[in-house]
């Protein structure tokens, strides 16, 4: 749960060693998740840090980017195989149909 609080949420501001959070899932903000992740940031940044979590609508999130990257990142392989000269002539001359669930990312 501590790792979803993390990735799940949109940085609302950071005055200093005081960070608010935000998450669209209440279940997220329970007190002890939110300990969790505070003794976390205060191990990573080497300091004791003052943590709080609202509940509501988010915008930006870690797992946000993380998806828009993954998706990017597909339509652009899927591009790529639907540009290949090769692929394009199987499609003319032979009706090959490509389906786009096989089509993976090469990372």
Excluded: C, H, W
């Excluded at 005055?15 to 191990?43: C, I, N, Q, S």
């Amino acid at each position: 749960m501590t790792r979803e609080l993390a990735v799940g949420s949109e940085l609302i501001s950071a005055d200093g060693d005081v960070f608010r959070l935000r998450v669209a899932v209440k279940a997220l903000a329970e007190p002890g998740t939110v300990e969790r992740l505070r003794a976390a940031l205060a191990t990573a940044l080497g300091r004791q840090v003052r943590l709080s979590v609202d509940v509501g609508e988010t915008g930006d999130t870690a797992a946000a980017r993380a998806e828009r990257t993954r998706s990017d990142k597909q339509k652009r392989a899927e591009q790529s195989i639907y540009n290949d000269p090769f692929v394009q002539q199987l499609i003319e001359n032979f009706g090959a149909v490509v389906d786009p669930s096989s089509i993976k990312p090469a990372d």
